[in-house]
């Protein structure tokens, strides 16, 4: 066996079940090797505190360049364990600034040890080639008060520019690990900064790929029948420590310095999406820009898509986002682009309103001092407790008034412009979509609703969806193959009735080769051409991962590789 050539076994011992690659560990030092690399044990590392000498050991020879994913659970005690009995008895329904440092604390010290053992090989052997994806912690929460599962405060890295820099980091993704309805549950979810997001990419020279997925809400926690309950879940989703996580983002974008080497991002702000659509459609949403014109998170994200090759994101966003307030910008090397965004604005208003111009001049509300979690008890905390106390917590969720689905142009129009702007500047656009997830469950706000819904969409109780999408010619867009392929530039409008404006069509029309025919489809044949289709369609458009087989666009048998034709 030690006389076959090594590319011989390996070549062996790729065809071999898990099972047989046990049995050939042992037949000689080449097949131990070929054995190993084949059956993809060491591929992947759970990481956390209590095994970092066993992933040491196990990745400190050979092993380590077998290892393509470490994950890492963060974990935050339960605060019984972190603060001494009287401090607790001082602060039984709010959280104190000092427990908020601690929280800080841990998880630095978590991020710092993750940092420091992969270090640790690669100093010892050389740069591997890694996907690293740290979760959010999901903390048990012990206490009766509700107040101390439903936290808005995010947890902060302290001293980011301490931690080392990591050549096998080739990948970075930071996650919420579950959904959690505090209400109904004893855990809490605890929100990373999105800084954090920059402040660990830029410590990774060599990073190709740049993800996450995590709430950043805005008003989007469960609508209970309760006002008890009510009072309690807005304090999951306060709009202060929303906008100053966004800002800070901003601000950490903008001075850092990314890898040359990033060529992808993608990033979901609006996970769940489940969450993002409770919204009710009557209810005020924050004024998350202040006083500035544009949304500083929303033009720090264009300053990071400027290199990419594919981009995809999840988030509220104005139209900053793909075109700055003065000035001009050009994307050379963007080839797929899909835009997921929400219909309210960072603004407080919205992009949609409902049938007659309902709820087309709501506004947002400023930000201020009560926008944010007291950092000790109050007296209201302690009258809801005692609420609580006598008549119990009652968690049922009753449906918001869902009714946007109308355009509204004075706000949609500018957000439309500067993507057709923008994707115009794109030479190398392969498929680019930008679109919407909407919903309509009225109740009885308009009479005699159903039959109002039927004229909106053929089923209107379903997720629906508005969007614009671009297909490139010579381009399976969007992995679909056979009727979407074209020697034409394409563009689907699947806006129900909605029509661009001259001056607006135009600039779409704009996009891509205009030496090359463009194609135009209005509407889809299976959802009425006048109608909103399902949100199934739009489900679809991602750039990575598989696409659902009830879409209702042709399959093809990938699911990753973007395929152009020669």
Not at 550 to 555: D, L, R
Request: hydrophobic share 35%.
């Amino acid at each position: 066996m030690n006389s076959l050539p090594q590319e011989l076994v390996e070549r062996v011992c790729v065809f071999l079940t898990r099972d047989d690659l046990k049995n050939t560990l042992t037949l000689s030092r080449s097949f131990q090797y070929a054995s190993e690399r084949a059956s993809k044990a060491y591929t992947t590392f759970d990481l956390n505190s209590s095994n970092t000498e066993d992933f040491k050991k196990l990745y400190a020879g050979r092993r380590w360049v077998y290892l393509r994913h470490v994950r890492y659970q963060t974990y935050i005690p339960p605060s019984a364990e972190v603060a001494d009995a009287e401090h607790l008895a001082k602060h039984n329904c709010r959280e104190s600034p000092q427990e908020l440092r601690e929280k800080d604390e841990l998880f630095t010290e978590q991020i710092k040890s993750i940092f420091d053992t992969i270090k640790s090989l690669e100093d010892s052997s050389s740069e591997g080639k890694l996907q690293l994806t740290i979760y959010a912690p999901v903390r048990e929460v012990r206490e009766t008060c509700a107040h101390r599962k439903c936290i808005s405060w995010r947890l902060h890295l302290l001293s980011p520019d301490s931690l080392p820099h990591l050549g096998s980091v080739r990948a970075l993704r930071i996650e919420d690990p579950r959904i959690i309805y505090p209400l109904e549950d004893n855990n809490s979810l605890l929100k990373i900064d999105l800084r954090v997001i920059v402040d660990l990419a830029v410590k990774f020279p060599r990073l190709e790929y740049l993800g996450c997925k995590l709430f950043a809400g805005s008003g989007w926690t469960p609508y209970y029948n309760s006002e008890v309950a009510r009072t309690y879940s807005r304090d999951c989703d306060r709009p202060g420590p929303l906008r100053d996580t966004r800002l800070g983002f901003a601000k950490a974008l903008d001075n850092a310095s990314l890898p040359s080497t990033l060529r992808e991002a993608q990033l979901d702000f609006l996970w769940p999406m489940s969450s993002a659509e409770r919204i009710d459609h009557d209810e005020r949403i924050p004024n998350l820009a202040g006083s500035n014109t544009y949304d500083l998170f929303s033009s720090s994200l264009r300053a990071l898509s400027y290199g990419l090759r594919r981009l995809e994101l999840k988030l509220v966003a104005d139209a900053s986002l793909f075109w700055p307030s003065a000035g001009s910008t050009s994307y050379p090397n963007l080839e797929s682009v899909c835009i997921l965004f929400h219909m309210s604005t960072p603004a407080g208003r919205w992009y949609f309103d409902g049938p007659d111009g309902l709820g087309s001049d709501a506004e947002g509300f400023q930000v201020d001092e009560g926008s944010y979690p007291p950092l000790e008890d109050t007296s209201d905390d302690e009258a809801l407790d005692e609420e609580v106390d006598d008549e119990g917590l009652n968690t049922e969720i009753v449906n918001n008034k869902r009714f946007r689905v109308r355009p509204n142009n004075e706000v949609l129009s500018p957000f439309l412009t500067a993507f057709a702007k923008a994707a115009s500047e794109m030479p190398k656009l392969k498929e680019a979509s930008l679109w919407s997830p909407l919903r309509w469950q009225t109740g009885d706000a308009y009479g005699n609703s159903d039959e109002l819904g039927k004229n909106i969409a053929k089923w209107p109780d379903r997720p629906l969806a508005w969007g614009i999408t671009y297909i490139a010619p010579k381009t399976f867009g969007f992995h679909f193959e056979g009727q979407h392929y074209s020697q034409s530039r394409q563009l689907f409008w699947t806006t129900g009735t909605w029509r661009p404006s001259d001056e607006l069509h135009d600039l779409f029309g704009r996009i891509g080769d205009q030496s090359v025919e463009l194609l135009e489809y209005w509407g889809l044949d299976n959802y009425g051409k006048e109608m909103l289709p399902l949100r199934e369609v739009f489900d679809q458009f991602q750039i990575y991962g598989r696409r659902h087989p009830a879409c209702a666009w042709p399959v093809d048998k990938s699911f990753i590789i973007h395929k152009t034709l020669q």
